[in-house]
T-cell receptor, first 116, second 107 residues
């Protein structure tokens, strides 16, 4: 089975440009998570969706960040305009909740973003 | 106060050593617990779940202490291939990841 798919794997852009990161969760999973990882701050939850609906976006750093999940098999994280401090690895993860308890999250390979 | 506190290390141990990591959590109502492993420049992957009664998978043992609100991971007979960052995860109303503990096993 295919795991979580993310694209692009690497993105280098200039400050001020719009960046769009894409994620395809594992089929059948009803939760999707976007994380950002840096050396300084570790793994930070940005936003998560349940059945395509955003549940908690309190981790989104500011209005420059937005995320959508138009259907069960696709989500985007957009940064507009991008800034050098946005440079990080962005992970998408998905999981399925059964019998009221959370199962493990499966992570995609990540998008390594560099903003110059 | 952070939801999950984890000693970042680093831990540098010789091959064959036993090493233990702990994480403390703040929400007593937390429901599920996991240990993830992350290799350099890779995504985190599940190492093992943590059950109330404790569980073992080969050289790895995970334990949960609800009274003191911590989880632990014990690695016996360390191998070079165990070198990685280990992240604890505590699940309440959402997933909370620790900052990770770096382990290097030295020949």
């Amino acid at each position: 089975d295919a795991g979580v798919i993310q694209s692009p794997r690497h993105e280098v852009t200039e400050m001020g440009q719009e960046v769009t990161l894409r994620c395809k969760p594992i089929s059948g999973h009803d939760y999707l998570f976007w994380y950002r990882q840096t050396m300084m701050r570790g793994l930070e939850l940005l936003i998560y969706f349940n059945n395509n609906v955003p549940i908690d976006d309190s981790g989104m750093p500011e209005d420059r960040f937005s995320a959508k999940m138009p259907n069960a098999s696709f989500s985007t994280l957009k940064i507009q305009p991008s800034e050098p401090r946005d440079s990080a690895v962005y992970f998408c993860a998905s999981n399925r909740r059964t019998s009221g308890s959370y199962n493990e999250q499966f992570f995609g390979p990540g998008t390594r973003l560099t903003v110059l | 106060r952070k939801e999950v506190e984890q000693d970042p290390g680093p831990f540098n141990v010789p091959e064959g050593a036993t090493v233990a990591f702990n994480c403390t959590y703040s929400n007593s109502a937390s429901q599920s617990f996991f240990w993830y492993r992350q290799d350099c420049r890779k995504e985190p992957k599940l190492l093992m779940s943590v059950y109330s009664s404790g569980n073992e998978d080969g050289r790895f043992t995970a334990q949960l202490n609800r009274a003191s609100q911590y989880i632990s991971l014990l690695i016996r007979d360390s191998k070079l291939s165990d070198s990685a960052t280990y992240l604890c995860v505590v699940v309440g109303n959402q997933f909370y990841f620790g900052t990770g503990t770096s382990l290097t096993v030295i020949p």
